[in-house]
Each structure stands twice: as structure tokens, then as C-alpha cells.
């Protein structure tokens, strides 16, 4: 089975939206281990721990257009669902809390699906866009929220982007919108 199909295997039967994935990144997906796709070299944990390797990659302007999606985590409530999404003028790293003993799951799987459209309408907006790239980092399981453009010359400095860019909860995508065009 294709990386893709697996994917979409594993989100439909846990009842879960899709991931946006690009058209032309699905021929390049692969199975990474269970419940991790890429289209790159990635560790799904290494997403859950929001890493700032990832977003320091975009703002060096290190890594080519990829997509990855995994769940993990650790303990009994502590999992998530990470998206990345680097196409293009826009950057989109996202967490949302799903799959712990204490989670409402169906509330969190609603709001995947919309944070997920509106990254769905960030990359269609991406199309058309110019000024540069676009990083949107959203965090609602550590409480970051983040939006800006990554600055010329790239400097992959995580702290410095973060605090000019700060945002409150999903107002990251409202910026991103705004940047992108969109809204």
C-alpha cells in the first residue's frame, strides 16, 4: 500500500481529518514507522517534543518543500497529532493534543479538521502569494502561537522569531492569512 493510502487508512478509521497533502508531495511520501509520514527524513518524536530544530530549518531556509504527519507522545495523556507543511511561500509546523486516556479526542478531532482547512486555504492562498515565506507555528498542546514572515537573510534564530511574532491561540492562522492574502 502507497504511503499516502496508509495515511489516509490510519486517520479514517480513528476518525480523524485528513492532513492536507499537497498533490505533488504525495508521490514522495513514505512511511516512516507506524503512525509517521514524510516526505523527508524525520522523527516523529522529535515533532511531538515541537522541537526547535524544525522552525530553525525554515528560518535558515535549510530544508525543501516536505510534509509530515505524525502522532505520538508519552505517559497516559500526553500525545499529539504534529503536522509540518513547508510548500512553497508558506511554513506551517502544528500540534494538537489527541490520543491520551484523558482526552476528549472528538473535541480535538473537530478542531483539526478546522485548523486544517485553514492550513488547506494557507497553501491555496501560498499559490499566489509574494513577499517571501510565511512560518505559521502553532502549539496548542505547549502553548505556542506564532506568525511572521522569515526574515531576509535567513538567520534560523527560533527565540527571536517567536517573540517578534507572538500570537495568542489560533490567531497564528488569522496573521498567516493576512500575509498570505487569504483573509
Do not use: K
Not at 508531495?25 to 516512516?32: A, E, K, N, Y
Amino acid at each position: 500500500m502507497h504511503a499516502y493510502a496508509e495515511l489516509v487508512a490510519a486517520f479514517t478509521d480513528s476518525r480523524l481529518p485528513l492532513p492536507p497533502v499537497p498533490e505533488p508531495l504525495r508521490p514522495r511520501l513514505r512511511t516512516v514507522r507506524d503512525w509517521c509520514w514524510s516526505t523527508r527524513e524525520i522523527d516523529g518524536f522529535a515533532m511531538y517534543m515541537f522541537e526547535p530544530g524544525f522552525p530553525a530549518d525554515v528560518l535558515a531556509a535549510r530544508v525543501p518543500d516536505y510534509v509530515a504527519v505524525s502522532h505520538a507522545g508519552h505517559g497516559v495523556n500526553s500525545y499529539a497529532i504534529n503536522y509540518h507543511l513547508v510548500c512553497g511561500p508558506l511554513a506551517v509546523l502544528l500540534q494538537v493534543g489527541w490520543g491520551g486516556i484523558y482526552t476528549d479526542n472528538a473535541a480535538a478531532a473537530r478542531r483539526l479538521d478546522g485548523l486544517f482547512r485553514r492550513c488547506e486555504d494557507l497553501h491555496a492562498a501560498g499559490a499566489t502569494a509574494t513577499g517571501g515565506r510565511v512560518l505559521c507555528v502553532f502549539s496548542q498542546l505547549r502553548g505556542v502561537s506564532a506568525c511572521g514572515r522569515v526574515p531576509q537573510p535567513p538567520d534560523g534564530d527560533v527565540h527571536a522569531f517567536v517573540t517578534a511574532n507572538r500570537t495568542a491561540g489560533e490567531e497564528a492562522f488569522d496573521v498567516a492569512e493576512r500575509l498570505l492574502g487569504a483573509g
